[in-house]
């Protein structure tokens, strides 16, 4: 049994400054086991990985590499013991082909032989079942073909203990497939696997054991076999909670807001957006699903008004808006509200306090030349009972408050300003679980009021759930507008790899 | 981002009111050093800088007089720094405001002494205002650096009085001499309490210039924008109008302390008008932390430090290089000092790293 441990940590301690990232946390891994690292945000998994990698190194504890006691000093240490990370940002050159990226940072002769590489890489790929293009330059491949890349790099250096961090985040449906076919073959072949990740279903489907973290401490180790989602969720939060995403039934779905082939150009001159077309409607999420960069942030903008459209027509209740700016589209009288993906860059001004942000929307509404505060504390103060905002005050920075606190004042701000559309890209980005829900249910009140909500998700399983429709993008083109009660996740993982809602049907057809 | 939170919650009142304090002994004690070096008694030096800004009533008049381009340039600076628009070029519209004034003064100064002052004033500012408004709109159109272009635009500044001084403007009386007329009584601001006013419209204008950034709408849209351009588009606001707006005020008001200078101190105008005040009040307007009661404290401090350093000249006999060492020093070590606030805060936001 002994022989069979490739990792161990023994109460591993660190801090940072006065933040205690972990405390007397202990992980056992296996050969031929995939290990789950399971925690929200800032629960320590990172930390804690990064000390195994030998980035950071241990305040207190220590660590076991097939049974012998190891000191890194640096990463290089680490990989040397046959340790390989994959990190979350992949850590490529992109100017540089597949195998440069391979050979680069390596030990070897001096001169090395191209071919014998080609040789070994080749051999490693057959092993793994895994694909790479040598030749072709990291700029020119898919997010999918890195992260390939990133994990052969780590192979190719002997490394047969794995560390992935949140591999599935960028990914679509089919990627992660494959992904874990490739995981399950370096069990086969003894490696030891490290995941780190937040997404439950992963983990059931993946993993042979998984340990939780909160808090920077260790929560309990168990057997996939012996646990459920739920039980991992209540090890996570430390406590019972709802895992139901609903869909609220609403009547009065009418159309409210047409968007007729628009485009848009991006900074580069390209389009971001191609002849895009769609409805929204009264009372109803409208989810969007698309990988990273497919234009869905260009859409949020161009709703909302802050980019120029190079074609197309904006329709808001028979009014055409098309080519207004935010302000001129209040003083028609429609609000319109938006929870922009970069909350402090965007949504938010982070030195200031809650009541200035609040002020943000609506200072030009007062009159005169001056600013008048009072009013907007008492409705910070409201908002903060409201929503459960945990801050020391409604004067503080809002900045200093964590994401999910930082993301209920954005979405409080907005769903105050009564909305008839509200647009939100990412809104639970980053938010631990209990923070999560609270959003996904103030998304649903809006419904509930005739709010027009547009969701622009990652998580195709919330996308799913919480969707009335679901609009698809790839390439800034629209492939697929469904219904999301009639639709499969591999249905819409197809369209966001580009194939048309049609072409799949008739696929299905025949 | 990540970087910023730390910023905000590493950067503790106390722990930068220490580095501060330490920076001043530092700053005293190789100052010290240097003192003895060349032979005299530190303390005795220190203490007579101080009686030589604040020992007697005429002294104090001094250190007004000093103080106050310093804190109006500011309070200008100020107005563009809320919203990160560098602007270095207070020097040139600080003497742009002046050749507007004296534009005013040399031609009309036939008129009422109140029209004449007025008059010159809003020449000053509009002068001003336009040096500024330039590299403000060539960065709004086209997203030019405006430290440089202000930077750059302080020289033209300065050839252009030289060419005026030297030439079209050169005064027929100064037998030769290549100087510019007085200005006639009627251009020269009154006194109040001994010194003249400008040291009120000074005070006046930091009140304005607090209320203007805290309590109103457009100093709530520059702060905005300061702090992220993305918000403020967001938000709905013109960005271009703001940018016009703000360095317009900010140069507008450097303006006006050049129309001061060259009516109530040198009664003329001049290449040395602005002395450099404009580079000074940028380091007073970011030790003040762009606060504009903390400008009216931090000016007076840099002013009896002026006054105090031409007093030890001539009561030690100091050569002036040496004096202007002493001020160096102080300054090194004052403005140093930042850098080890910034440094610990990038350290901290280096080593926090979660989930």
Partial sequence: ?510 | MRVRVVKAKESSRNKKILIQTMAIAAALLITGVFILAIGHNPINVYSSMIKGSFGSAYRVKETIIKAVPLLITALGIAAAFRMKFWNIGAEGQIIMGAFGASFVALRFADLPKGAVLLSMMIAAVVCGGVWGIIPGYLKAKWGTNESIVTLMMNYIALKWIVYLQYGPWKDPASQGFPKIANFADSAILPKFLGVHIGWIIALVLVVVIHIFINYTKKGYEIVVLGESENTARYAGMDIKKIVLLATFISAGIAGLAGMIQASAVSNTLNMQIAGGAGYTAIIIAWLSGLSAPWMVVVSLLFAALIQGGSFIQTAFQIPQSAADIIQALILFCVLGSQFFIQYKVVFGGGEVRGN
């Fill in chain 1, 1 to 510: 049994m002994r022989e069979s441990v490739m990792v161990e940590l023994k109460n591993i301690t660190k801090t940072f400054g006065t933040v205690l990232a972990n405390e007397d946390v202990d992980l056992i891994v296996q050969k031929g086991e995939i290990h789950a690292l399971l925690g929200e945000n800032g629960a320590g998994k990172s930390t804690l990985v990064n000390m195994l990698s030998g980035i950071y190194s241990p305040d207190s504890g220590s660590i076991f590499i097939r049974g012998k006691q190891m000191n890194f000093d640096s990463p290089k240490e680490s990989i040397a013991c046959g340790i390989g990370m994959v990190h979350q940002h992949f850590k490529l050159v992109d100017r540089l082909t597949a195998k440069e990226n391979i050979i680069a940072g390596n030990k070897g002769s001096f001169f090395t032989s191209g071919k014998e590489i080609e040789k070994k890489i080749i051999s490693l790929c057959e092993k793994y079942d895994l694909t790479v293009d040598l030749s072709k330059r990291v700029q020119d491949m898919s997010v999918g073909e890195k992260q390939m890349l990133e994990i052969i790099k780590v192979l190719y250096r002997g490394a047969d203990i794995l560390i992935l961090d949140e591999p599935t985040a960028v990914l679509i449906p089919q990627e992660v497939e494959r992904l874990f076919n490739i995981i399950r073959r370096m069990k086969k072949e003894g490696c030891a696997v490290i995941i780190i990740t937040h997404k439950l279903g992963e983990v059931m489907e993946l993993c042979d054991k998984v340990t939780v973290l909160r808090r920077g401490k260790n929560v309990e180790s168990v057997d996939i076999a012996q646990t459920s989602p739920k039980h991992l969720t209540e090890l996570m939060v430390g406590g019972a909670v709802d895992l139901e995403i609903q869909r609220v039934k609403t009547e009065n779905k009418e159309p409210v807001y047409e968007i007729k082939n628009i485009s848009v150009m991006n900074s580069d001159g390209l389009k971001a957006l191609q002849d895009v077309s769609f409805t929204m409607h009264t009372s109803e999420i409208l989810g969007v699903a698309a990988v990273a960069g497919s234009g869905q942030k260009e859409l949020c903008e161009a709703l909302f008004g802050l980019v120029k459209l190079s074609q197309g027509e904006l329709v808001f209740k028979g009014e055409n808006i098309t080519g207004k700016t935010p302000r001129e589209i209040y003083k028609k009288g429609i609000s319109m509200s938006s929870v922009p993906e970069d909350r402090l860059g965007m949504g938010l001004v982070g030195s200031m306090d809650i009541v200035d942000n609040l002020l943000l929307k609506e200072y030009y509404t007062q009159k005169g030349l001056f600013i008048n505060r009072k009013p907007l504390k008492e409705k910070a103060k409201e908002l903060v009972n409201r929503l459960q905002v945990s801050t020391p005050g409604i004067h503080h920075p809002v900045k200093q408050l964590s994401g999910g606190n930082i993301q209920k004042v954005l979405l409080g701000r907005e769903i105050y300003l009564e909305p008839d559309v509200l647009i939100t890209s990412y809104p639970v980005r980053g938010l631990d679980i209990g923070a999560t829900y609270q959003i996904y249910d103030l998304l649903n009140e809006q419904k509930k009021k005739g709010v027009s909500v547009l969701f622009v998700g990652e998580d195709l399983d919330v996308l799913l759930n919480l969707s009335d429709r679901i609009l698809v993008l790839c390439d800034g083109k629209v492939t697929g507008l469904v219904d999301a009660k009639n639709t499969t996740k591999e249905e819409i993982g197809m369209m966001m790899a580009g194939h048309t809602q049609e072409t799949i049907q008739n696929k299905g057809g025949a």
